[in-house]
C-alpha cells in the first residue's frame, strides 16, 4: 500500500455510519501530558526506521510518552490491518497485506540497537492466514533469543480461534510471559468482542498454563463499558480456574465518538478495591489502576512477576 493510499484509507470502515456518541469529560485522574521526551523521540525514530508497527501508536495508548522514554515499546507484527472489528479498539479494520518476511530480523536488530531487557510482542488478528500468525510469533521469539538471549520475551496474541494446532506451536517457542485479554465480561461479548467467544479465550489461557506451566500466564479487561462489580469478580474467578498469574484492569478510553461510548470512568477507589479482591482470589500480582494497560511498566511488572512465584514456591516448602 502507498503512503497516499494509507493516507486516504477509512480507518474503521465497519463504524463509519455509526452515529456519534457525545464523549464524556474525562476526570483530572485519567488526564495525561503529550509526549516531549528525547527518548520519546529516540523511540519513535527507530520504529520508524524498522519499518516497525507499534500498539502504542495504533491503539492510541495514554502512556506512550511515559513508556517511550523509558525506551520500552509494544511492537504489533503481521502489520496493522486487522481482520476484526472489536467495538472498543483503535486499530484499523480490513484486509491486511502480505506477511513482511524480513520483521523477524528487523524486531531483533531494534531489540539489541535499543538494549531492550524485557519485550512485549502482540498482533493483528489475522484471520485470512491459516495459523492465525502464529509462524510469526514463532520467527519472532527464535531471532530474538539468538540475537539478544537476556531478553526475556512477553506475547499478546489474538485468540487463534478455528486455527488448529496454531496454539501449541506458539506455547512451545517458549515465550516468558503469555498474555491473551478477555477484555470485558461474557454478556458484553456480542456488542463489544462480537468476533471473539469468551469460553474460548479463557480455554486458551488454561491450555497455556496445562501445556508448559513455567510460562507465566497473563490477562486484563477493560471497566467502565458497563459492566457490574459481580460481573468482574467472576471474571476473576474464571481466571483464577484457569490459573491465570496476572491479572490487568484499566479505565476503557473510547478512541473516536463511534466506538463504543464510556459508560463510566471508574474511580481509583473502586480500582484500589478491584486490586485488594483480586489478590486475595491469589492471582500472583495485579495491576488495577485507570491507566493500566497490558504492556504497561511490563518490564519491571515482570521481574516482581518473578520474585512473586519464587516467594510463592519457597513458602510451599516451609
Known amino acids: 500500500m502507498s503512503k497516499v493510499e494509507n493516507l486516504n484509507r477509512v480507518r474503521h470502515p465497519e463504524k463509519a455510519n455509526k452515529p456519534e456518541n457525545e464523549p464524556l469529560r474525562k476526570p483530572a485522574w485519567i488526564r495525561v501530558k503529550a509526549p516531549t521526551s528525547e527518548g520519546y523521540h529516540e523511540t519513535r525514530k527507530l520504529m520508524r526506521a524498522r519499518s516497525l508497527v507499534t500498539v502504542c501508536e495504533e491503539a492510541a495508548c495514554p502512556n506512550i510518552g511515559e513508556c517511550w522514554s523509558k525506551k520500552h515499546a509494544t511492537v504489533m507484527i503481521l502489520g496493522d490491518i486487522c481482520t476484526r472489528a472489536c467495538a472498543f479498539c483503535n486499530v484499523a479494520t480490513g484486509k491486511p497485506g502480505a506477511v513482511d518476511l524480513m520483521e523477524p530480523e528487523n524486531l531483533a536488530i531494534s531489540v539489541a540497537e535499543l538494549g531492550m531487557k524485557h519485550l512485549v510482542i502482540t498482533s493483528v488478528d489475522r484471520d485470512d492466514l491459516e495459523d492465525g500468525g502464529a509462524d510469526q510469533f514463532v520467527k519472532c521469539i527464535q531471532r530474538i533469543r539468538e540475537t539478544t538471549p537476556e531478553t526475556t520475551i512477553e506475547i499478546l496474541t489474538p485468540d487463534f480461534r478455528e486455527k488448529p494446532g496454531a496454539l501449541e506451536k506458539v506455547i512451545a517457542a517458549k515465550p516468558d510471559v503469555f498474555n491473551h ?138
Open 181 to 318: 485479554n478477555l477484555e470485558t465480561v461474557p454478556r458484553l461479548y456480542p456488542s463489544i468482542r462480537p468476533g471473539a467467544r469468551y469460553f474460548h479465550s479463557l480455554k486458551l489461557l488454561d491450555t497455556v498454563k496445562r501445556e508448559d506451566p513455567s510460562i507465566f500466564t497473563k490477562s486484563g479487561i477493560m471497566v467502565g463499558l458497563g459492566e457490574t462489580r459481580t460481573e468482574v469478580m467472576q471474571v476473576m474467578d474464571d481466571l483464577r480456574s484457569a490459573d491465570v498469574d496476572f491479572l490487568t484492569i484499566g479505565q476503557y478510553l473510547a478512541p473516536t465518538k463511534r466506538h463504543a461510548p464510556i459508560d463510566r470512568f471508574v474511580t481509583p477507589d473502586e480500582f484500589d478495591n478491584y486490586q485488594r479482591i483480586a489478590e486475595a482470589r491469589g492471582f500472583l500480582m495485579v495491576s488495577a489502576t485507570p491507566l493500566t494497560r497490558s504492556s504497561y511498566h511490563a518490564d519491571s511488572d515482570f521481574v516482581q512477576l518473578r520474585e512473586n512465584r519464587e516467594a510463592k514456591l519457597n513458602a510451599a516448602k516451609q
